[in-house]
């Protein structure tokens, strides 16, 4: 057995027989990390499928119906739910104005009584109010025409005053919530807690139609996700797909270490690498 105390090798160029086989064994486990990871990852797109979530399927069922005017209580509480179910994600400002509009101007014709949608837009109007005033401060300090700590400052009182409002509002929506949201919703409370903050006092004051295509295209987006038996299938309580990235590849990372390790000892033991 040739002895060598050189442990300098390159892995684009090796000059021996022992950085030959070191090479091999990176570019071998490279290999198979990458089938693993990127490999799973063109699997489950060849398998997905687009599956609309129980939320748009009822959108689409009432969607024209409430559009049209023609939409009953019970339609227009579909409505009104659907909408807050994307509300309640993570959205674009342009699609969350959109539907902010749509959504209060629905709530506004379920109250119907106008006594009561007078008292509606006297709290709806401060808190509007009260948000254009956040926006045009956070633009003053984007534009360094007023100083951090009177930015910080003004931020924090008017977050205050919005949370107040908002709580008044909602304390009046409460009145109405089994007119606004079905008495079957699971999430019928946390609706309720949401939909003052996507209520908009503008969308009544500055009543345009609605864009229903707009409408119909963002539902559509957030509310359909790719699924297939890989995403459905459940593993020790998780979806596979989520056990097999987030916990199987960090296992398979740590293997992969191992047996690197395992077979550079057994290199240095055959080429007679002396530490």
Not at 41 to 67: G, H, M, N
Not at 134 to 159: F, Q
Not at 216 to 227: A, C
Request: glycine share 4%; aromatic share 12%; charged share 25%.
């Amino acid at each position: 057995m040739e002895t060598n105390n050189d442990y300098n090798f390159s892995i684009f160029k090796p000059v021996n027989e022992y950085s030959r086989r070191n090479r091999n064994i990176i570019l071998s486990i490279i290999l198979i990390w990458a089938l693993c990871v990127f490999g799973f990852q063109f699997l489950l797109l060849i398998l997905e499928k687009p599956t609309p979530e129980k939320s748009l399927i009822i959108y689409e069922s009432v969607a024209d119906r409430v559009t049209t005017g023609e939409a009953t209580m019970d339609e227009k509480q579909a409505y009104v739910g659907s909408l807050l179910m994307v509300l309640g994600k993570t959205l674009k400002p342009e699609a969350r104005l959109l539907l902010d509009n749509v959504l209060t101007v629905t709530v506004y014709d379920m109250i119907g009584d106008s006594a009561e949608q007078s008292v509606l837009m006297e709290k709806l109007i401060p808190v509007s109010e009260k948000r254009a005033e956040l926006i045009a401060l956070k633009a003053a300090w984007d534009a360094k025409t007023i100083k951090y700590i009177d930015y910080k400052k003004g931020s924090v009182e008017l977050n205050e005053q919005i949370v107040l409002l908002k709580d008044d509002l909602g304390l009046f929506l409460q009145r109405f919530s089994d007119r606004l949201i079905k008495s079957d919703d699971k999430f019928g409370r946390v609706k309720m807690i949401w939909l003052p903050y996507e209520m908009r006092a503008s969308a009544i004051l500055e009543q345009q139609p609605i864009d229903k295509t707009s409408v119909d295209k963002i539902m559509k987006l957030y509310l359909t996700h790719n699924q297939s038996f890989l995403t459905d299938f459940r593993f020790l309580g998780f979806p596979f797909h989520y056990f097999y990235t987030a916990v199987f590849l960090l296992v398979l990372f740590v293997f992969l270490c191992v047996m690197y390790a395992y077979r550079i000892q057994h290199l240095h033991r055959k080429y007679g690498m002396e530490e």
